[in-house]
């Protein structure tokens, strides 16, 4: 057998020598110069297809109108799954591929170049069979009931010196012109593609389902909302309704604008000696820096402590003692150097009026500038206060204004104002709880029994307190028998040191009282022990006359006398 005779499976024995191409060939074999290199080409477009039933004939598939010459059947029609390269195993051996053009690419064939296209080698090792191109595809689990002739006339392009028939138009399938890289969705289902109308209508659909979804979404959460601000009354942060700003002013007569007067002439003394301190109000008297207060407040400096005045705008000045009585409870501090002081108006006592409405102010427990109110509840309320001594030299007696206005320790020697911020008493002495009645020893606190001295005797007793140092007591000048128990005040029997019970030339003897009687009235008023006939004497001036009714041996007897006066301590 020669090297020019036919050969099974070599078609290039046949169609004669392939004619050199115009340069030189590819040193690397690149096609498609050479015979297949390490860059070979992609293989052709698969379109996948339904896999025949084993036994059933495949029926060649007229290209598609549009299909480039010389384009095979690969190019269009999908071929079994076990020819499709990458997409399934290869080719049995002694078989190849040959390439396809690009889709929609006319073929060129070897008039291109002035030659016949190259046909591919054969295979070392592909058996021949009869009929049948290098180019064709081997389909293993095809019918060999599918005639050669089908075969040509699918293939036209594999016969260079046929002349091409034409053949009936293949029905179409939904495979035929698939492009994996076109814009439309793959159908696997082999479906029709969904029309630009009903696109449409299923965008209304889901536009109109989103929507109703949206309101009741919306509405669920509007409900919630509006629940939870009617519970907790809105999200946003708290603004309460207030008042604008008022003028500060008051009426003269109103509470504030008498504390608004009286303030500015009230101090508060903090006093402290080898013993004791303590802490009490008073008030200033004139521009000299005189101040009074009560006694029982700067007793704890007994003469060597210390006392310190603060004023109401928080100035603060030393004081010294300038008198002091025990008897009266009052004394009087002065101040130096200090300017712009303040005087606090001094009212009539005896114009008081049970009902009255009364201000208090001082510095319970040491707080300072502390304001109540209240009214009158009383007048000439004899009490007594002090008496730690035992002797009874501290003792003070006191013809009292009653007050239901709070006053506590601290209170003590600050001003009692009427509705004109004028001074009418000094506070000094409460009823507590327990049996206190001294402002420093009842610690209770107020129950609405409060006492104040009348700012009539107050005045005379800071005047002589200025003025000499010391205050006069006025006197009757008889001893009294304390241990009575009977209604009124008698006269003892003796004195207290053994002397006689009534001072001899004394202003009792000269309007003839006796040991022994009982006084029961001071000008027409009722007492009814020796405390009270000492109060109803000290409420008066050195030199008044009094009116008293006596009981002597079971009879009623009125005399007549003048006050005489007694130096105090």
Known sequence: MSRGADMPGERSASLGERPRPLHDPDPYSTPPYGGPGPWAPAPPVQHPATTPTHGTAVHAVTPPQGTPAGAGPEDSVPRPAATQGILGPALPSGYHQAAAPLHGTPDHGPADHGAPAPAPAPHPSAPHIPGQHASDSYAPGASATVPQAADAQAHPQTHPHTQPQTHPQAPHTPWQNYDPWAAAPLQQNGAAVESTTGRRRRTRRGLVLGAALLALVSGGVGGAVGAYLERNGGIDDVVLPQAGTEAKGRAADSVAGIAASALPSVVTLHVSGSESQG????????????????????????????????????????????????????AVVKVTGVSGLKPLALGNSDNVQVGDPVVAIGAPFDLENTVTAGIISAKERPITAGGEEGDGSDISYVDALQTDAPINPGNSGGPLVDSKARVIGINSAIRSADSGSDLEGGQSGSIGLGFAIPINQGKRVAEELINTGKATHPVIGVTLDMDYSGDGARVGTKGNDGSAPVNQDGPGDRAGIKPGDVITEVDGQRVHSGEELIVKTRSHRPGDRLELTLERDGKEKKVTLVLGSADGD
Do not use: M
């Open 279 to 330: 802490t009490g109000t008073g008030f200033v008297l004139d521009q000299r820096g005189h101040i009074l207060t009560n006694n029982h407040v700067v007793d704890p400096a007994d003469g060597s402590g210390e006392i310190t005045v603060t004023f109401s705008g928080g100035q603060t000045a030393k004081a010294k003692v300038v008198g002091h009585d025990s008897g009266y409870d009052l």
